[in-house]
Protein backbone atom coordinates (compact mmCIF):
# COMPACT_ATOMS: atom_id res chain seq x y z
CA UNK A 1 0.00 0.00 0.00
CA UNK A 2 1.46 3.41 -0.81
CA UNK A 3 2.55 5.67 1.93
CA UNK A 4 1.84 9.67 1.86
CA UNK A 5 3.88 11.66 4.25
CA UNK A 6 3.27 15.59 4.33
CA UNK A 7 5.98 17.85 5.59
CA UNK A 8 6.31 21.53 5.68
CA UNK A 9 3.42 22.84 7.92
CA UNK A 10 3.82 24.90 10.63
CA UNK A 11 3.37 28.52 12.25
CA UNK A 12 2.66 31.64 9.72
CA UNK A 13 1.36 34.93 10.15
CA UNK A 14 -1.64 36.29 8.19
CA UNK A 15 -0.77 37.02 4.86
CA UNK A 16 2.41 34.93 4.86
CA UNK A 17 3.43 31.96 2.48
CA UNK A 18 4.30 28.22 3.57
CA UNK A 19 4.86 25.11 1.12
CA UNK A 20 4.08 21.74 1.92
CA UNK A 21 5.40 18.48 0.67
CA UNK A 22 4.10 15.14 0.13
CA UNK A 23 6.68 12.14 -0.69
CA UNK A 24 4.96 8.80 -1.69
CA UNK A 25 6.36 5.50 -1.12
CA UNK A 26 5.12 1.81 -1.78
CA UNK A 27 3.46 2.58 -4.80
CA UNK A 28 3.16 3.40 -7.92
CA UNK A 29 3.11 7.15 -7.48
CA UNK A 30 3.44 8.56 -11.16
CA UNK A 31 -0.21 6.82 -12.26
CA UNK A 32 -2.14 8.86 -9.16
CA UNK A 33 -3.73 11.92 -8.82
CA UNK A 34 -2.84 13.51 -5.69
CA UNK A 35 -4.98 16.04 -3.54
CA UNK A 36 -4.90 17.90 -0.44
CA UNK A 37 -7.60 17.93 2.18
CA UNK A 38 -7.92 20.00 4.86
CA UNK A 39 -9.82 19.73 8.53
CA UNK A 40 -10.13 22.51 11.08
CA UNK A 41 -11.08 22.07 14.40
CA UNK A 42 -14.82 20.98 14.46
CA UNK A 43 -15.25 21.06 10.99
CA UNK A 44 -15.57 18.17 8.08
CA UNK A 45 -12.57 17.31 6.02
CA UNK A 46 -12.90 19.54 3.11
CA UNK A 47 -11.61 19.65 -0.30
CA UNK A 48 -8.06 21.78 -1.25
CA UNK A 49 -6.59 21.07 -3.99
CA UNK A 50 -6.22 18.18 -6.85
CA UNK A 51 -3.75 17.24 -9.50
CA UNK A 52 -4.16 15.12 -12.20
CA UNK A 53 -1.65 11.88 -13.22
CA UNK A 54 0.20 13.58 -15.40
CA UNK A 55 0.04 17.24 -13.69
CA UNK A 56 -2.10 18.61 -16.87
CA UNK A 57 -5.23 19.06 -14.86
CA UNK A 58 -5.59 20.39 -11.65
CA UNK A 59 -8.52 21.28 -9.28
CA UNK A 60 -8.88 23.71 -6.38
CA UNK A 61 -11.57 24.72 -3.75
CA UNK A 62 -13.07 28.35 -4.49
CA UNK A 63 -11.85 29.24 -0.87
CA UNK A 64 -8.52 29.01 -2.01
CA UNK A 65 -8.11 29.35 -5.94
CA UNK A 66 -6.00 32.27 -6.83
CA UNK A 67 -3.93 31.95 -3.42
CA UNK A 68 -2.94 27.73 -3.57
CA UNK A 69 -0.91 26.03 -6.23
CA UNK A 70 -0.71 22.54 -6.51
CA UNK A 71 2.33 20.87 -8.30
CA UNK A 72 3.88 17.34 -8.64
CA UNK A 73 7.17 16.00 -9.33
CA UNK A 74 7.17 12.54 -10.41
CA UNK A 75 10.66 12.30 -10.35
CA UNK A 76 10.68 12.97 -6.80
CA UNK A 77 7.42 11.39 -5.71
CA UNK A 78 6.64 14.71 -4.50
CA UNK A 79 3.45 16.20 -4.44
CA UNK A 80 3.34 20.09 -3.39
CA UNK A 81 1.05 22.43 -2.30
CA UNK A 82 1.97 26.11 -2.51
CA UNK A 83 0.32 28.57 -0.34
CA UNK A 84 0.17 32.08 -0.30
CA UNK A 85 -1.70 35.37 1.00
CA UNK A 86 -2.04 33.11 4.36
CA UNK A 87 -5.84 33.72 6.04
CA UNK A 88 -6.73 32.76 9.67
CA UNK A 89 -9.24 30.28 7.99
CA UNK A 90 -7.12 28.28 6.50
CA UNK A 91 -5.46 27.18 9.82
CA UNK A 92 -6.17 23.51 9.34
CA UNK A 93 -4.30 19.71 9.41
CA UNK A 94 -3.65 19.25 5.62
CA UNK A 95 -3.76 15.44 4.46
CA UNK A 96 -2.11 14.45 1.66
CA UNK A 97 -3.90 12.00 -0.42
CA UNK A 98 -3.89 9.64 -3.48
CA UNK A 99 -6.25 8.94 -5.86
CA UNK A 100 -5.66 5.54 -8.11
CA UNK A 101 -8.06 6.58 -10.87
CA UNK A 102 -5.38 9.42 -11.49
CA UNK A 103 -8.13 11.98 -12.19
CA UNK A 104 -7.67 13.91 -9.41
CA UNK A 105 -11.39 15.39 -9.08
CA UNK A 106 -13.35 12.13 -7.05
CA UNK A 107 -12.46 10.32 -4.64
CA UNK A 108 -9.38 9.65 -3.09
CA UNK A 109 -7.97 6.19 -1.71
CA UNK A 110 -4.49 6.53 0.42
CA UNK A 111 -4.34 9.57 3.21
CA UNK A 112 -1.21 10.81 4.32
CA UNK A 113 -0.93 11.91 8.86
CA UNK A 114 -1.59 15.34 8.31
CA UNK A 115 0.70 18.06 9.09
CA UNK A 116 -0.63 20.73 11.04
CA UNK A 117 -0.82 24.61 8.99
CA UNK A 118 -1.43 27.52 11.65
CA UNK A 119 -2.10 30.90 10.36
CA UNK A 120 -1.43 34.20 12.92
CA UNK A 121 -2.91 37.23 13.36
Known amino acids: QVQLVESGGGLVQIGNSLRLSCAATGGPFSSYALGWFRQAPGKEREFVAG????????YYAASVKGRFTISRDNAKNTVYLQMNSLKSEDTAIYYC??????????????WGQGTQVTVSS
Open 97 to 110: AGDITGYGNGEYDY
Open 51 to 58: ISWNGGNT
